[in-house]
């Protein structure tokens, strides 16, 4: 049949034109399959770009309730707007997006114990005595009540971590369980010493003697991550800095409450937490202002909490706002500092980390 078809001009013609719409058909279906991958990425792309706002977004609105709490008041706690969820999603719905979904939450960074307080800042050579008291009592909390740690060595992971922040990198090793750059040197693979604050917290993890168990959690158990904080800085007058490593007994978590409290009492750490929370017709009934307020709570009348380790206020948190649009998510994570314009004497919001995720 071929041999007649191209033995006459109409067969030949036929062959061209079925070859000619062969070619057409390809051609467009392979336009269509360009069109559509472009039509999608081009959608994908318009939905990162909203997603990146609407999470900036709330990370706005963050900022300026931080700043509207700090203009009526000089105290920080969980009774506060920043801290109501109720309240924040009610700010997020009033932002112009009429697509998708945000969620947002407020943490108080200085809620938490401070890692470069263990160390006596600009010296950091030697121990902050109080701050390696707690230290101590914190992470033997931790293996009180958390069988999967109980192979934890509090003094080894103390003395490494003094020894990772301290400036002298030589064999005086911190008692007989630190370790210097010359121990991380033998890892695989190796590494050295900071000699200096930590500048991340997840650098905690390659200290001696810290597990990623330990660090992250494991179980239904959290890690020791979620309780420390590496800011926290203070810049003295000469430009030097420190850290007071004070803690805020209005929003710290249970853990740190228990290992604030002196030696034998941390079971009255509950106490503590619910006293704060405690309302009537849904309204706050204690005053949390100021630093001896945890003397008023059942039980705690004669107990002194080191006032070197407490404080009532902070300038300084995290912000998490998520954003949700036609199935995908985008989350930013920023820490900030409120502090005074030095132009305007007004309160700002100073980015010191910003992780888009």
């Not at 005595?129 to 009540?145: A, C, E, K, V, Y």
């Amino acid at each position: 049949m071929i041999s007649r078809l191209l033995g006459n001009n109409r067969g030949i013609a036929l062959l061209v034109t079925l070859g000619v719409i062969t070619v057409l058909i390809v051609a467009t279906l392979e336009m269509n399959r360009h069109t559509r991958s472009a039509l999608f990425s081009a959608a994908a792309t318009r939905d990162r770009m909203t997603l990146s706002q609407m999470a900036a977004s709330g990370i706005h609105a963050a900022k300026a309730l931080l700043i509207t709490d700090k203009n009526h008041s000089n105290s920080d706690s969980l009774q506060e707007d920043w801290a109501d969820p109720e309240i924040i999603s009610e700010i997020l719905a009033d932002l112009p997006f009429d697509d998708g979904q945000i969620t947002l939450t407020i943490s108080d960074e200085l809620g938490k114990i401070q890692i470069n307080s263990l160390v006596q800042f600009p010296e950091g050579n030697e121990f902050n005595p109080t701050q390696r008291m707690l230290w101590d009592q914190f992470l033997n909390l931790l293996i009180t009540q958390n069988e999967q740690f109980k192979e934890i060595e509090p003094e080894t992971i103390i003395n490494s971590a003094k020894d990772w922040m301290d400036s002298k990198d030589d064999d005086a090793i911190t008692g007989l369980s630190g370790a210097e750059s010359d121990y991380y040197q033998d890892l695989d693979p190796p590494y050295s010493c900071r000699n200096g604050p930590f500048t991340y917290l997840d650098e905690l993890a390659l200290v001696k003697g810290i597990s990623r168990d330990l660090f992250q959690g494991a179980d239904e158990s959290l890690g020791i991550s979620n309780f420390l904080t590496i800011h926290g800085i203070i810049e003295n007058a000469d430009h030097s800095f420190t850290y007071d490593g004070k803690i805020n007994i209005n929003t710290a978590q249970l853990p740190i409450l228990a290992a604030i409290l002196p030696l034998g009492h941390e079971d009255l750490a509950q106490a503590i937490y619910d006293y704060r929370q405690e309302t009537s017709d849904a309204v706050y009934i204690h005053d949390l202002s100021s630093a001896t307020w945890y003397k008023q709570v059942p039980g705690l009348g004669n107990i002194d909490i080191d006032p070197g380790l407490i404080t009532t206020s902070s300038d300084i948190f995290q912000l998490e706002s998520s954003a949700i649009l036609h199935a995908m998510k985008l989350t930013i994570t920023a820490i900030v500092k409120r502090e005074r314009d030095k132009k305007t004497g007004k309160w700002v919001c100073k980015v010191l980390r910003w992780v888009t995720e």
